[in-house]
């Protein structure tokens, strides 16, 4: 098993094809028709809201069924192998599909395009054309040249382009949650990671045109906003005109000011780089949520090291006490990895302990996969065998596994308010929601005349180590 999510609700990590299913008002209208299908992190769901929004621009309107369209793209991502693996499956397919449709193209976008860059194009004759993140205004370009038999490649990273101006295409929408994009690329240089090859430089985007799409959002009916960014401390934006600095808490501050009916939700925070500020913004407004990801990667000092990751495991532990004094009730979730280069057992043993220490509510756990290029592949070996790592990896998730469900045993009897954003999946007369801590509960529907985007409190009656399970409380909708 590669990934596991232990609370069972989709979370910005690794979110597997997913496409999106248009309203056939739109479909009609347009004479051509993209499908587009999401793999990666919650940034690359959003870039594909950008990549509707210049097709649409361009006389494109989206199908949810590829084999009709003229267009498919593939936004993808290349954090682990096996993600690259996946996506390369269903590129074959695509091929296939070509072959029965005259003059259908084949794209790809996102890390991936940016990591194999024309290779997808020339030796493996899997695609028609390659875009990188940075790229996308110029894929009608692209799309012309391609559809006259050239090879269509953009992999130009850029030092400026935040797609500030776009106005992203909300696809599969639930008209409750939405994410906002406020800065690209990163500028750390984890050994083990190929983000910062595939996105670039780190920039922010301008404060004012992210305040707008919000208030947009809001009057559209939205209740969420998730603020994305691979390290969104790091948020900073100089407004010239007035000559004011803005820092991430003082974004955060913004957008909470728009309503306190707007929920606000960011990731992800990098321990280095979360400051006090930041964490007395969320314990001054109610509408901001009790929530960080905190993504601890291991709890040895010599493995954070040949990570770069630049703190220690003290100096964690210490993040997760400050927070914890500040807002008492904030959940935490963290991203592991096992079996990093040159890890010994007793190390390993030591991100067991630190995941108890700081009592995570959820885990996004991981085994170590070398990426091509990285600091990593260059200077250490990958010398933990695979079922070492894959062992510890076990280790890790059954540890989480006690760790979720006893953080949800707490909640039980207590009262949350939750924000409903859908149907339980498994039985229309639920409801689901998340609360402040981004758990996920589940609640019948009774005879309360509730709807999606309403929040309601709810009553914690029992759990899994997934969901939380209540009943609505009469009176308490708005
Ligand atoms: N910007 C975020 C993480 C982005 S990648 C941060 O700094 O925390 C999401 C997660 O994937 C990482 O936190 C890490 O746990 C995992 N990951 C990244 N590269 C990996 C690799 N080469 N092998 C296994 N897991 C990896
Ligand atoms: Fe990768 Fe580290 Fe940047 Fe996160 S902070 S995207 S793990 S390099
Ligand atoms: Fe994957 Fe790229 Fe995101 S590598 S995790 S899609 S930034």
Redesign the pocket.
């Known amino acids: 098993m590669e990934m596991l999510d232990l609370s069972g609700k989709v979370h910005d ?2 979110r597997q094809g997913e496409a999106f299913s248009p309203t056939s008002s739109i479909e009609k209208t347009y004479q051509k028709h993209f499908y587009i299908e999401s793999y990666g ?1 919650a940034m690359n769901f959003s870039d594909s809201e950008v990549v509707a929004s210049i097709l649409q621009a361009n006389g494109f309107g989206p199908t949810s069924q590829f084999e009709e369209a003229d267009l498919v793209l593939v936004n993808t991502c290349s ?2 192998e096996k993600a690259e693996q996946t996506i390369r499956k269903r590129l074959t397919e695509f091929r296939k599909a070509k072959e029965s449709k005259k003059g259908m193209l084949v794209g790809v976008l996102g890390c991936m395009a940016e990591r194999l860059k024309a290779k997808l194009l020339e030796e493996e004759k899997l695609v028609d054309l390659v875009v990188g993140p940075d790229a996308y205004r110029s894929l009608p370009l692209l799309i012309e040249e391609a559809s006259t038999g050239q090879k269509a490649v953009n992999v130009l990273l850029s030092r400026d382009e935040t797609y500030a101006d776009i106005a992203p295409i909300r696809l599969d929408s639930n008209g409750v949650s939405a994410f906002v994009s406020i800065m690209r690329g ?1 500028n ?1 240089m ?1 050994s ?4 910062p090859f595939t996105r670039g430089r780190e920039r922010s985007r301008d404060a004012h045109s992210i305040l707008a799409e919000s208030i947009d959002l809001f009057e559209k009916g939205y209740k969420e906003i998730t603020l994305l960014g ?2 969104v401390d790091s948020y900073y934006w100089v407004d010239e005109v007035n000559g004011i600095t803005i820092t991430f808490a003082a974004l955060l501050e913004k957008i909470a000011l728009i309503s306190p009916l707007l929920r606000v939700r960011f990731s ?3 321990p280095k780089d979360i400051t006090d500020e930041v964490i007395h913004t969320i314990a001054k407004y109610q509408n901001i949520c009790n929530y960080i ?1 905190l ?1 601890v ?1 291991s709890g040895n000092n010599r493995i954070l090291q040949l990570m770069n990751r630049t703190y220690t495991r003290e100096w964690y532990l210490a993040k997760v006490k400050r927070i914890r004094e500040f807002i008492p009730d904030c959940g935490i979730s963290t ?3 096992a079996g990093f280069c040159s890890e010994t057992e007793a190390e390993h043993q030591e991100t067991i302990s630190i995941m108890n220490e700081s009592v995570f509510d959820y885990g ?1 756990m ?6 091509p290029g ?1 600091l ?1 592949e260059r200077r250490y070996t990958d010398d933990v065998p695979e079922d070492v790592k894959k062992r510890r990896l076990q280790e890790i998730v059954d540890t989480q596994y006690q760790l979720s469900l006893k953080s949800n045993q707490n909640d039980v009897g207590k009262t949350y308010r939750i924000l409903i954003d859908g149907e339980s999946k498994k039985d229309t007369n639920f409801w689901k929601g998340r609360n402040d801590q981004n758990k996920v509960a589940v609640f019948p529907k009774a005879d309360l005349d509730l709807q999606m985007g309403n929040y309601v409190d709810v009553q914690i009656h029992s759990c899994t180590k997934g969901t939380l399970l209540g009943t609505a409380v009469p009176g308490t909708k708005h």
Not at 192 to 195: D, E, G, S
């Open positions: 990590e690794q992190c954090i682990r990163c750390n984890c083990f990671c190929v983000v691979q390290n992800t925070s990098h990801h993504p990667q991203d592991i990895i996004y991981y085994f170590y996969s070398e990426r990285t990593a």
